[in-house]
T-cell receptor
Framework: EAGVVQSPRYKIIEKKQPVAFWCNPI?????LYWYRQNLGQGPELLIR????????DSQLPKDRFSAERLKGVDSTLKIQPAELGDSAVYLCASSLGRWNTEAFFGQGTRLTVV | LAKTTQPISMDSYEGQEVNITCSHN???????ITWYQQFPSQGPRFIIQGYKTKVTNEVASLFIPADRKSSTLSLPRVSLSDTAVYYC?????????????FGTGTRLTVIP
């Protein structure tokens, strides 16, 4: 069975442009996470979904970031407009449920804003 | 949120046992202790989880003392491929859900 699939793998954009990342979690996984990881740092949680409901988005910069998980399966994270400081790796993860600490991560999308 | 403290980095020779200790003085009753491993250019990978005493799987062992204020991840006979960053997590929110907050982790370098 395929793991968590993310696309694109790499993205280079100019500042002020929009960008979107897509995540397909493992089938049957109700919980979906989006993380941002800066170089040399641990992953920082941006938002967590339980099915289609965003239950923790306190770390999501809502002025420029948005996310959705339609039908409780795939998810999209969007940045509009992008800033230089948004350059990072964006990781998606999924787990069976909210009480499960074993999350499976995708390979991430490396975003470079120039 | 329970905060964790780990050494920033560790070096070890191939074939040796490596012990990485994580301090979590404010661990809550509901918190499980979970360790993840991350290789360069990859997402983190679950290694092991425990609540108390000792847990062992095919990859590692996890030792948790009775007061649960710390835990030790033990990697037996490390190889070069164990070079990675190791994260200790102990976060459960008020609803009982796992937030999976990562700290800065411990960068383990295995030397030939």
């Amino acid at each position: 069975e395929a793991g968590v699939v993310q696309s694109p793998r790499y993205k280079i954009i100019e500042k002020k442009q929009p960008v979107a990342f897509w995540c397909n979690p493992i089938s049957g996984h109700n919980t979906l996470y989006w993380y941002r990881q800066n170089l040399g740092q641990g992953p920082e949680l941006l938002i967590r979904y339980e099915n289609e409901e965003a239950v923790d988005d306190s770390q999501l910069p809502k002025d420029r970031f948005s996310a959705e998980r339609l039908k409780g399966v795939d998810s999209t994270l969007k940045i509009q407009p992008a800033e230089l400081g948004d350059s990072a790796v964006y990781l998606c993860a999924s787990s069976l449920g909210r009480w499960n600490t074993e999350a499976f991560f995708g390979q991430g999308t490396r975003l470079t804003v120039v | 949120l329970a905060k964790t403290t780990q050494p920033i980095s560790m070096d070890s020779y191939e074939g040796q046992e490596v012990n990485i200790t994580c301090s979590h003085n404010n661990i809550a009753t509901n918190d499980y202790i979970t360790w993840y491993q991350q290789f360069p250019s990859q997402g983190p990978r679950f290694i092991i989880q425990g609540y108390k005493t000792k847990v062992t799987n095919e990859v590692a062992s996890l030792f948790i003392p009775a007061d649960r204020k710390s835990s030790t991840l033990s990697l037996p006979r490390v190889s070069l491929s164990d070079t990675a960053v190791y994260y200790c997590l102990v976060d459960v929110d008020q609803t009982g859900a796992n937030n999976l907050f990562f700290g800065t982790g411990t960068r383990l370098t295995v030397i030939p």
